[in-house]
């Protein structure tokens, strides 16, 4: 990888977040009813998931390139988890401040964006020794891990992350969907997806671990792909099944982020499975793969097109139309990721 390459996609993830932010703060910028307080508070929380990409996306390049110190091995993740700490905080603030259905729903999926991001920055702590994959493929399968890497307790530490998030986020969302009401049905089925996002996670962190340490065996090369394709069809069956389930406008905004939310994991997919195809084997393809979250994000743009034509007539569209936008700049930003693997792994 030249380095012109890694800067750009290094400024991807940035690029995204910038996205993200400035068009939550434009919606928020416009009339102040609950719809705009919404839209406008989840996508200045998606920033947060694109900067925590941006630092998984620095962690591998830097050592692709030969640029990449003790000091980046500290100052990328830690960033990318007070960006998450941020957001879990702020969406707690928001949840609290008034007792308004716009503060608990905007409130609470900001909580589950933080999660998300968490999650992702511990993408980029189990990548801080990335290079080791190729040294470990060199080992006898299931030989040991190669010096340097994760200790057996660091790499379960690693994984345990996405599933306490996981975990968490599902709690929530019961407690969320137990009382009932309107902002607990649509932040609920919001909160399932984000959690659901964090489930697909633990599979990629987990074999960039486990290959890390020279334990992925051939089951995994199966296990964890489906897993998270898995989660994807969850999303995207619960989000249809919101949709059509009933006849009420609240059903809207939560069935139609899920679809987005599910995407999210198809684009985490490429990821997964490029890990999976390439271990201890050459794979023709491989170069394909990034164009999995090229699809995502432009499925999930035009989708907000429509949606964005249909909240014309009916305002219960609005605030899908502009999540999903924040979502297809997520699902770009998965793009330069599974490129950096991609030319990682060749």
Known sequence: ?????????????????????????????????ASHFVAGHVNVGLTAICYALFTTAATIIRQLINRYGRVWGIILPLSGYMAAAAAIIWGIILANRENTAAHLTAGFVVIGVGFVAACVSTVAAASTKFTLIQSAQLLDPLGGPPEGAHSRAAGAALIA???????????LAAGLLMRGDIPGFVAGHVMIGL??????????????VRQIRNAFNDSERLAWPWLVAAAGAVNLLLGFFVLFSSGEPARLAPGCVLIGLGLICFSILSKVLLLALVWRRSFALANRIPLMPIGTA??????????????????????????LVGLGAVCFTLFSIVSILEAGTE
């Open 195 to 208: 959690s659901v996002i964090c489930t697909a996670l633990i599979a990629l962190v987990a074999s960039i």
């Open 1 to 33: 990888m030249n380095r012109t390459i890694s800067i750009v996609f290094r400024a991807i993830p940035l690029l995204m977040g910038a996205v993200c932010l400035s068009y939550g703060l434009y919606i928020l910028a416009g009339p102040d009813d």
């Open 298 to 323: 432009l499925t999930c743009l035009f989708f907000a097109a429509f949606l964005f034509e249909a909240a014309g007539t009916d305002p219960a569209f609005f605030v899908p139309a502009h999540v």
């Open 161 to 171: 992350v996405p599933a306490a998030a996981a975990i968490t986020g599902f709690s």
